[in-house]
């Protein structure tokens, strides 16, 4: 089990259901109108074509780096994270996202509270001091470029610039050598980029005009920890994760944040913790249950927004992903909460505690990001990084107000289309009390 920790590889998901299910799952599908499997062949041939492309970029990109930025290493290996990487990709294996590791050699950083404009610290954003500005005369290029800018009397990462002229930059001269090279195609394939900082997003085409899409971003290793996590109620395994910095520079109006901070943003990655959240559901059949009936929802999710459903237009696959890993938390690690429940009996139970979940964050338009400010993340990561984070953040923040304001009403259609699909009487009320009144307590 160790070792699936460390693993860097994509996923085929695999969903498991109890034999308390019975026929659920066809039952499920044929009522939300959609199956959400492909076939293995259809998903190698994606994994196959993504690691291509991505590794051929990004030998590209190092090439690139050290012929124009003095300095700036980027690692060989791209970190394969999100849906892809955690077993939930549904319908199609037709996005991938990725990270790649960068850091400015023998530069010395130091992380510094981000606070907005009524100086509160605003969670999971820092911003990056240079710690000697004498070290600055080794990185010509990326002086000139103005990636160090004094702020203050501090001397500080601009996110912006670093983003937008060095490795846009980097990405263009990277593709413009593989068009060069290769006639605009790799193998028949064909790599349109766009750009949405931080992330730089890629449409892969191939000859039969299938297209896979890439979200690439550039992270810094901010730390590394190794913590003993329950894997179940007898066993601690050691993991070793990584916490990443992201450039985080914001381009439009945000009232609460100064102006002068804007271009400075970095924002404190927990990918890697999230990816163990989902690895602890292999060979558990309780927290298997609760990340098959995520796919169901990530299923019934898409099939809604088609009408469309208040919830369904609001909910992304990562706030369903949220909801999924406080199931895990609050009711398969063991806790003074959750010792005397009953385990879950199967898929029809788990998608009964995700709906109550869910009406209970729809009706308090307030879904908090499960690794800041979680006062129980220290059952699951004892001593971390993110489990000291004492202020929470509610994801809805950064949503459209009307459209949070209406999702509650889009939930009795979701209801009705899983209806008889979904268990609620067995439900224990101590874990719905505690997700109510302190989880939702923002």
Known sequence: MAQKFDSNVWEYPIDEFSPHDGNLKEILQRQIGSSW??????????????NHVLNTILKELRNQAQKHFEG??????FIRQASARQGLKINEPDEFDALFLFYIEGLRLKEVRLTDISDQYLPGQIRLRVEDVAQ??????????????MKSGTCLI??????????????????HELTLRCGNSSENLTINRGSRPPTMDMTIISSDGKSVNADFVPALILSQ???????????????TFQRYGLMKWINKKN?????????????SCSSSYERCMFDLCDGNKERSYIR??????????????TRPNQAAVLLSSYHLKTIAMYCILLLTVPSKLTSHSAPLNGVREALGYFLTFLELVLEKECLPDFFLGNEYLDKIFPGSYFSKIRIKYNLFDKEDPAKVQAAKYGLPEMKTVLAECFEVRNLNPRVVTFFREKTLSV
């Open 37 to 50: 499997d492909f076939n293995k062949d259809e998903w190698n041939k994606a994994c196959s074509t993504i």
């Open 72 to 77: 700036l290493v980027i690692y060989e290996d």
């Open 136 to 149: 600055l005369e080794r990185f010509p290029s990326l002086k000139r470029a103005g990636v160090f800018e």
């Open 158 to 175: 601009n996110t912006r610039v670093l983003q937008e002229q060095v490795f846009k930059s980097l990405m263009d001269k990277a593709l």
């Open 225 to 239: 920890e190794s913590i003993y996590v329950p894997i179940n109620a007898s066993s601690l395994v050691p993991i």
């Open 255 to 267: 009232t609460i944040i100064d102006e002068e901070d804007k271009n400075f943003i970095w924002r």
């Open 292 to 305: 098959t009936a995520c796919r169901v929802m990530k299923a019934l999710v898409k099939q809604l927004r």
